[in-house]
């Protein structure tokens, strides 16, 4: 299946609005670029994560959903330049100018120079890779292009507005060096990795979720046997009740970038560990699959039901399995971690356990990425991601057999809460605020609400009917907006606290669309 091109707006569910939100980027281009035609666009949404955070990268499935706030790109192309010119509507992110390697290799990225282009460097080194890898001439540069933005996924929100820019870019790269046709398959493929080159060890859910977004419909991403997107869709409502997903973005931002040492890339570091010291508790051989390669917690699963308890192996397709032996896992954590080890494990200690020397353990668990911690908590972080895997599964499994709108929502919803309260107590991904948000909207209309993405404050998405829509929102508005933030403007709320629905993913759109 390829990323589809559209002639018009009818993928947007409000079409002249998008049709205008496009000529106001048309025009921030040409003001910049007077001499230039634009000649496509590429687009790629953010995500809301309905089920699964903190697992991708075990790779145990999840179930996301595009949303319709995405990345716009403007693009001219030029053969004869190799100059990459970079403009945004966002006055807060400048104009910025570097120039190709003339001699055809692939750019490096600065980690001193920092700013929002290296996401656009992040695409380069990842779009001219996938041209290599298809028999690219290794010693003809990339063309030059500028490009302006627009976005309306929140940054620092958890809403993946820096997958959307990476996928937007990586497209947009793509068709002006001659590929005029990509499979979601591979540019999912190729783009998992792109923030890889900013220090990012995501796994590859937000990147899955952007491009092989659906309409109306939520995904099931599997990364085993192969990374894949399964549209799936959700039940209908009796007496024609509209289902309404809503995110409150908390406001407190934490930029994965600049806090990755303590919270995300340190879940990475801290689950890569708790797999190996699980495999060696029961002398067990992992594959070194996870992003500091280490075993993978999924990895340890699939082995110990084999080598251990003598079990066939699991497809990833029979959910009653797959349930079972996850149930079977969470309960086990608590017995495989005593009381000492369940508050957490120093530096020492983990080096002890795995049986190394610190030395060893540092260069074989700390060295791929920074990370800062007083103790390791390796039994709330695995405990976490078997418990919250299963409730994948939950989830599925009441997509699938579940047709009653009422029956669904309420089953739903408590599926999500008890995920946010393995967020906050065990993966530690909540936070305060994130909290109070909860309380506000489980009160008021929400069947479930929970942390989304990386989480550490970003957003919440909560289920709920139209019907129970506006006295969700004003109890949000009077409750938390008004109450943190009493200065907040009505635009800075409108951006704030919206209703969504599952959207398309990565597109193009071709220019006379918005002529």
């Known amino acids: 299946m390829s990323v589809p091109t559209f002639t018009n707006f009818d993928f947007s569910p409000a079409p002249e609005q998008t049709k205008q939100r496009y000529q106001h980027l048309a025009a921030k281009f040409h003001a910049e670029f007077p001499n230039e035609a634009i000649q496509y666009y590429t687009r790629a949404p953010g995500r809301v994560n309905l089920m699964g955070d903190h697992i991708d990268y075990n790779l145990f499935s999840c179930l996301p959903m595009a949303i319709d706030f995405d990345l716009v790109a403007a693009v001219h192309a030029n053969p004869e330049s190799l100059e990459i010119a970079l403009v945004n509507t966002d006055p807060k992110f400048t104009k910025q100018q570097f120039t190709l390697p003339e001699d055809g290799s692939v750019i490096t990225i600065d980690d001193n120079n920092f700013n929002w282009s290296s996401y656009f460097r992040c695409a380069l080194i990842v779009a001219h890779k996938y041209l290599l890898e298809k028999g690219r001439d290794a010693s003809k540069p990339l063309v030059g292009m500028h490009v302006a933005f627009d976005g309306t996924v929140p940054t620092g929100g958890g809403l993946s507005s820096s997958a959307a820019f990476c996928v937007a870019s990586t497209l947009a790269i793509l068709k002006a060096n001659g590929v005029d046709s990509i499979s979601k398959a591979d540019l999912t493929r190729i783009t998992v990795v792109s923030e890889h080159y900013i220090g990012l060890n995501n796994g590859g859910l937000d990147q899955c979720s952007s491009v092989y977004g659906e309409d109306g419909m939520c995904l099931l991403v599997q990364f085993r046997p192969k990374l894949n997107g399964i549209p799936l869709k959700f039940p209908t409502l009796p007496d024609g009740e509209e289902l309404k997903f809503i995110i409150s973005n908390t406001l407190v931002e934490s930029p994965k970038k600049l806090t990755a040492p303590v919270n995300y890339n340190l879940r990475v570091v801290e689950m890569g560990i708790a797999s190996d010291l699980l495999a060696k508790k029961f002398n067990l051989s992992l594959p070194s699959e996870s992003n500091i390669n280490s075993g993978t917690l999924r990895g340890f699963m699939e082995t110990y039901f084999v080598e251990v308890e003598k079990q066939s192996p699991w497809d990833g397709q029979d959910n009653v399995k797959g349930m079972k032996w996850l149930q079977e896992l969470t309960d086990k954590c608590d017995e495989w971690f005593t009381t000492e080890e369940k508050v957490g494990f120093t530096t020492e200690e983990a080096a002890a356990a795995l049986g190394l020397s610190v030395e060893e353990f540092t260069q074989k668990y700390l060295t791929k990425m920074e990370v800062r911690y007083d103790k390791l ?88 009917t139209a019907k129970k829509l506006p006295n969700l929102v004003n109890a949000l508005v009077a409750e938390y907006y008004k109450k943190e933030y009493p200065n907040i403007t009505d635009d800075e709320l409108a951006n704030a606290l919206v209703d969504t629905k599952p959207a398309w993913g990565a597109s193009v759109v071709a220019a006379a669309a918005v002529e």
């Not at 936070?431 to 479930?448: F, M, Q, T, V, W």
């Open 377 to 464: 908590k390796l039994y709330q972080r695995a405990k976490h991601v078997f418990s919250e895997s299963y409730r994948v599964l939950q989830c599925l499994h009441l997509l699938q057999t579940i047709e009653n709108g009422d029956d669904f929502l309420r089953e739903f919803g408590g599926v999500m809460n008890a995920s946010q309260q393995s967020l906050d107590q065990l993966n530690g991904s909540s936070h305060p605020n994130c909290n109070r948000i909860c309380e506000i909207a489980l009160a008021n209309g929400a069947y479930g609400t929970r942390v989304t993405g990386a989480g550490f404050g970003g957003s919440l998405v909560s289920i709920t």
